[in-house]
């Protein structure tokens, strides 16, 4: 157990709709960061947040967005979700902002149909 | 592009034998980390290896960088049929952690 908690497991939607996927770093943990995980496309790093502030952005669309709250936990949305939005999910944690290592959660596996 | 390229992309030995990935890249980094992946599960940390460093052990594993060549390897020292999993190379640079592909690695029992 990484200490990374993310929910709901699995989910299911349909095209168009709306989620929001919830992230729970380690304790201790003040970055957080959300990956996406496809067949085709390998591991895409989407966002960064590090005590509350976004650190570092990559390849995530206009249709999502991120937060983290003071509390630390972190949320992703997806919105006006297309099928090609199927996969899974990743969230991660570390101490630090930078340099070290990730702990990730067992993922969200998001399928739109 | 700041990711790294695995290679090869699939692997399949025997158990008992040494396993051998590599990863190579081009932009400058800060460090380069493994990490395994057993199938839709999420991804558990191997080993970090700082820009000045050049080799790094932990259990079976081995680590190597060659900064000059822009690559590192991952060697596993005689494997288990449980080795079987993606390995990805993970390159630090500033804020990102940015993965490769990956390499699945299976290993017969």
């Known amino acids: 157990d990484s200490g990374v908690t993310q929910t709901p497991k699995h989910l299911i939607t349909a095209t168009g709709q709306r989620v929001t996927l919830r992230c729970s770093p380690r304790?201790?943990?003040?970055?957080v960061y959300w990956y996406q995980q496809s067949l085709d496309q390998g591991l895409q790093f989407l966002i960064q947040?590090?005590?509350?502030?976004?650190?570092a952005k990559g390849n995530i669309l206009e249709r999502f967005s991120a937060q983290q709250f003071p509390d630390l936990h972190s949320e992703l949305n997806l919105s006006s979700l297309e099928l090609g939005d199927s996969a899974l999910y990743f969230c991660?944690?570390?101490?630090?902002?930078?340099?070290?290592?990730?702990?990730f959660g067992q993922g969200t596996r998001l399928t739109v149909v | 592009s700041q990711q790294g390229e695995e290679d090869p992309q699939a692997l399949s030995i025997q158990e008992g034998e040494n396993a051998t990935m590599n990863c190579s890249y081009k932009?400058?980094?800060?460090?380069l980390q493994w990490y395994r992946q057993n199938s839709g599960r999420g991804l558990v940390h191997l080993i970090l290896?700082?820009?000045?460093?050049r080799e790094k052990h932990s259990g079976r594993l081995r680590v190597t960088l060659d900064t000059s060549k822009k690559s590192s390897s991952l060697l596993i020292t005689a494997s288990r049929a449980a080795d079987t999993a993606s390995y990805f190379c993970?390159?630090?640079?500033?804020?990102?952690?940015?993965f490769g592909a990956g390499t699945r690695l299976f290993v017969k029992a």
């Open positions: 947040y590090y005590n509350g502030e976004e650190r």
């Open positions: 932009t400058s980094i800060n460090n």
């Open positions: 290896i700082r820009s000045n460093e």
């Open positions: 993970a390159l630090t640079g500033g804020f990102k952690t940015i």
């Open positions: 304790s201790g943990d003040l970055s």
């Open positions: 991660a944690s570390s101490v630090e902002q930078m340099n070290t290592e990730a702990f």
